[in-house]
């Protein structure tokens, strides 16, 4: 447990993208520092680490080749894992912000990532349209992963009319749309965001049944849904603003006998607690009030918002489906 130079040691590989440089034919020790851009002998001893822990093989002095730990760094991997470890990346600097920034969270109960980058997650994005675009990707790829699981793992048969709200590009909009012919879907998130989603869902065939609207969650979201979709949402919040979007989305669903479904991790007593409390401390750390909650704490934020329990699903990956009911 105190070994801190692995996971930044196969960070700095995957920023430096040497598994695609051997890949590409640079093997060599000189090779790879020319292809990387980076001081030779400090790579040597870089590779020299983790040579020793198997993730690249080293068959003759000074040229390297791949092993299967290493080939899941390569770009086009499909688990697309680089993206989530490359520094120079939001998700990048958001694990830098948690190494560095964690004691002064827990000091303080503030957001390491303002002390080491100087300025909030937020506003670094806004700041830096290459770290925007990376942070994209990134839910993106979450999205393509959950969506699905979504969209098979809740009972969509009585649903007309699916709202998700801060639906990102629309992966998981359409994906419950692809599998339920009867529904028609309405995808809420900053007009920016939005903005891409049309090649989404032409792609999946159901751009004819989704309209796109432009807007923030702390607005009045539409009118007429009969479950309106939060994913990954409300973990980004603190309570108060959480309590907020979730006001809004047991308005809009009161307007018409709806419901609203979420998407979390959720810290509970079994085999994925280690985990969820993991995110749970990368959220304090990266946005101060962030959390993931347990389910009680779920039932207390929804009651305050005007929502009643209904059912609980479960994902493959750790995500838990709770369903809310309007009580006015």
Known sequence: ??????????????????????????????????????????????????????????????????????ALLAADHPSRLREFLDLDTAGGRMDLAVCGGLLHTVRTGEAGYEAVFGQSFWDDLDTRPDLAGSFTALMTAVSRRLGPEVAAGYDWRDARHVVDVGGGAGFLLSAVLQRCPQARGTLVDLPATVAR???????????????????????????????????????????????????????????????????????????????????????????????????????????????????????SSQHWLMEWLPTT
């Open 1 to 70: 447990m105190i070994d801190i130079f692995s996971p930044i040691a196969l960070r700095v590989a995957a920023t430096l993208r040497l598994a695609d440089h051997v890949a590409a034919g640079a093997d060599t020790l000189d090779e790879l520092a020319k292809a990387a851009k980076v001081d030779a002998d400090a790579l040597r001893r870089l590779l020299r680490f983790l040579t020793c822990r198997g993730v690249f093989a080293e068959p003759s002095p000074g040229r390297y080749t791949l092993t299967g730990s290493a």
């Open 197 to 315: 989603a049309q090649s989404t869902l032409d792609a999946a065939g159901v751009a004819d049944r989704c309209a796109v609207q432009g807007g923030s969650f702390f607005d009045p979201l539409p009118e007429g849904g009969d479950v309106y979709v939060l994913s990954h949402v409300l973990h980004d919040w603190d309570d108060g603003p959480a309590l907020s979007i979730l006001r809004n989305c047991a308005a809009a669903a009161a307007a018409t006998g709806g419901r609203v479904l979420v998407a979390e991790r959720v810290i509970a007593d079994d085999e994925h607690r280690a985990l969820a409390t993991e995110y749970d401390l990368r959220m304090a750390a990266i946005f101060g009030g962030a959390r993931e909650r347990s389910y009680d704490e779920f039932v207390t934020l929804a009651a305050a918002a005007g929502l009643a329990p209904g059912g609980v699903w479960h994902t």
